[in-house]
């Protein structure tokens, strides 16, 4: 097995990304893309005049004293005015398609790269994701490629090949701050941009796609039974679980233990296997508390990272907990509690806003956050009395909400029994028939038009504020002061508002659970026990060295291949009927234990080794050539030799070149034997006598 880290990723809305040899078998695990990199292009200006070329040139051809300039603060003027092009993980592409041969979707998030490999003819391989993955996965996909559309009507088509800000001379005039994010610290990232893939090719790599349920088998060439299970991180979000003939294989991806709208983390049934590859980084994108704080001209607040100590672990882990409490403390410690409490401080500010007379933009993407802002922001505005509108404004709002009220089976416990009980699931159901909230697929669209009151409160993407409805209310609300912005961590917030400034209004900035908390990690990896842990070498500077358990912890960093050695060396192999009752045991003498000999055909199917009949007559009477082994004892043989009125003595003096040991007959008629640790030799001149002896020496020694 080999493992390469092709990128560690950054949170939720870019998860890591692995390539994976195992039994033979290429395995991608995930294919996302980097959509915070779109902050280096500006989004569609609203001061033009119909010379379009003039603004997609403006950065590019206006190149007078740029190379030599001090570098100076960003400006809007800085950003790259053209068709955006979307960043893929950084090495991917030096790698062959055509040799993947599966590729693993962790999350809808995970996805969003993958037509850009289903459009090629090469591309080959089998993808997996869960049926709630896939179905939310396309209709992210159709928003990303909805709201690019508004650059290509305004820029017109796009250049054939490598467009001009695209080229070393144009990037190399960039600030560094743009610079690194367009090609990396070193350039390697330059290979990585890609022009946008088109909706015929969303199409495609739907229908490309095997859709699963939660703990369904699939069986891969005979080879390999791959199944997932729910992770928490988001409706539809799994971990897998691969089983081959020789390896037992965990992926185990960001997860949440209590999700309070998707299916919780199903650690239980990732327990036993061998190897586990740990692929939660989110614990190193740091902890945000929410809040707002002055910034500069902006009202926004600034991320702290709290790295847990080592009395961290041992208040989760200690010789007085038994088990059961050690997987209570793992299990349930407040994650709920922390969350609810980030979703009710947004909720005042909001309420804060609205009360003053402005309005709140809430450009997140997470779909389990939106659900609950939803349901928390019209309670606070059903208490204070405030009759504020809520609008959802994208493309895919109507089905996306639709598809929350027919997937029962993957959201938590707690929104099930609300359907046993005949309740909706989420409350944005009743609020939508109150006509409280209000889906528009477009912010020009008359009907909006027609009820639009302010304030309001908007959810609406992209939260990379480059495009989609979102960039058009916030230059239409950045300036009043009264109004809020809503940001989620996972954007450089100075660079995403640059198009902005100067901006008045209220910015907040936080974090919402992307994973397994650091405090958590070893304690849960010590409930998995697996053999091999192959851990990420970031986080192991994290981690307490010294473990008590069975598991050995192997490092991998990003853009290196390590080699994962075996676990086992042995296998079990399934007998086919028919042979079972071909088999003649004979006990074996120094053991407790039987052997057999049989002839079948190897053979692997869904992971599980066989022997089958090679369907040939089989004749017991016929004889087969005995099989012997282990050391002759001489003097069990002299023994049983006497019982057959053979008699000899054992020549201890007569030790031959070899380490020979000898026992001479010299009676009915003379023979010698001669035994070394690999030969034993018979010499006699009568037939009969030599016959005799070899049947005795096979009677000795362990045979079939």
């Avoid at 080959?124 to 996965?137: D, N, P, Q, W």
């Avoid at 650690?267 to 002055?294: K, T």
């Avoid at 908390?517 to 010294?546: C, G, N, V």
């Avoid at 080699?563 to 071909?582: G, H, I, K, N, Y």
Wanted: charged letters at 20%; glycine letters at 6%; proline letters at 5%.
């Amino acid at each position: 097995m080999k493992l390469t880290c092709l990128s560690k990723g950054e949170g939720f809305y870019f998860p890591p990304c692995h390539m994976l040899n195992i039994c033979g078998f290429r395995v991608l695990l995930d294919c996302p893309i980097d959509l915070s990199a779109l902050t280096i292009f500006s989004p569609i200006p609203i001061d033009y005049d119909g010379e379009v070329s003039n603004y997609s040139a403006q950065n590019l051809n206006s190149a007078d004293g740029k190379s030599n300039r001090v570098e100076k603060p960003l400006e809007a003027s800085d950003l790259i005015r053209a068709v955006p092009w979307y960043k893929t993980v950084k090495s991917l592409h030096l790698w062959d398609v055509s040799f993947i041969d599966i590729v693993l979707i962790s999350s809808p998030m995970g996805m969003l790269g993958l037509p850009f490999f289903t459009q090629l003819k090469k591309f080959s391989a089998k993808i997996y994701a869960t049926e709630a993955t896939v179905r939310l996965g396309k209709l992210m996909m159709e928003d990303l490629v909805s709201m690019h559309a508004e650059f290509r009507q305004f820029y017109g088509p796009e250049e054939n090949g490598f467009p001009q800000w695209l080229k070393w001379e144009e990037l190399e005039m960039l600030p560094s701050a743009l610079r690194v994010i367009a090609m990396g610290e070193d350039g390697a990232e330059l290979g990585s941009w890609k022009p946008l893939y088109s909706a015929a090719h969303v199409k495609e790599c739907i229908q490309k796609t095997q859709s699963l349920k939660y703990a369904e088998e699939v069986y891969h060439n005979g080879t390999l039974v791959i199944k997932a299970f729910s992770s928490g991180l988001e409706i539809g979000a799994s971990n897998w679980v691969i089983n081959g003939p020789k390896r037992n294989f965990t992926w185990l991806s960001s997860s949440i233990f209590a999700s309070r709208h998707a299916m919780g983390f199903d650690y239980n049934s990732l327990q036993g296997n061998g190897v586990i590859l740990f692929s939660d980084f989110s614990s190193m994108c740091g902890n945000v508390s929410v809040g707002i704080n002055a910034y500069r001209s902006m009202n926004q607040i600034r991320p702290k990272v709290n790295s847990p100590t080592g009395s961290d672990f041992s208040t989760l882990r200690d010789g007085n907990n038994s088990k059961e409490d050690f997987i209570k403390s793992v299990t349930d410690t407040g994650e709920n509690t922390v969350e609810i409490d980030k979703l009710a401080f947004i909720c005042s500010c909001a309420i804060d806003s609205v009360r003053e007379g402005g309005s709140v933009l809430i450009p997140i993407g997470r779909l389990g956050i939106i659900l609950q802002l939803l349901e928390q922001i019209s309670i606070s505005l059903e208490s204070s009395n405030l009759n504020v509108p809520m609008f959802i404004i994208s493309d895919v709002a109507e089905e996306i909400l639709s598809l929350m009220n027919v997937v029962p089976e993957w959201l938590c416990e707690q929104r099930q029994q609300k359907l046993y009980s005949g309740e909706a699931l989420f409350g944005h159901v009743k609020l939508i028939k109150e006509k409280k909230l209000h889906l528009f697929h477009t912010i020009h669209s008359p009907n909006l038009l027609a009820i639009w009151k302010e304030p309001c409160i908007v959810f609406s993407p992209h939260w990379s504020l480059r495009q989609g409805p979102a960039i058009h209310l916030l230059r239409r609300w950045s300036a009043d002061k009264r109004c809020l912005l809503v940001l989620e961590q996972g954007v450089d917030a100075d660079i995403a508002l640059l198009p902005f400034k100067p901006i008045a209004m209220k910015v907040l900035q936080c974090s919402f659970l992307s994973g397994i908390e650091m405090q958590k990690i070893q304690p849960l990896l010590e409930i998995l026990r697996p053999k091999l842990i192959l851990f990420p070498e970031d986080l192991m500077a994290h981690m307490i060295t010294s473990h008590t358990g069975s598991s050995v912890y192997f490092g991998y960093s990003e853009n290196e291949t390590i080699c994962v050695p075996r676990s086992r060396d042995e296998f079990e192999v399934d007998l086919a009927t028919d042979l079972v009752f071909q088999l003649q045991p004979r006990r074996i003498k120094q053991e407790n234990a039987a052997i057999a000999r049989l002839k079948g055909k190897y053979h692997v199917h869904h992971g599980r080794h066989l022997l089958i009949s090679e369907n040939e007559p089989v004749n017991h009477s016929q004889s087969r050539l005995l099989l012997q082994w282990g050391s002759l004892d001489l003097t069990l043989l002299l023994l049983a030799l006497r019982e057959k009125g053979i008699n000899g003595s054992i020549d201890n003096d007569g030790m031959g070149e070899h380490n020979s040991c000898f026992l001479r007959i010299y009676e009915p008629k003379k023979a010698l034997i001669e035994t070394t640790g690999t030969l034993t030799v018979v010499s006699a001149v009568d037939e009969t006598l030599a016959s005799i002896i070899f049947q005795t020496i096979c009677s000795v020694l362990d045979a079939i």
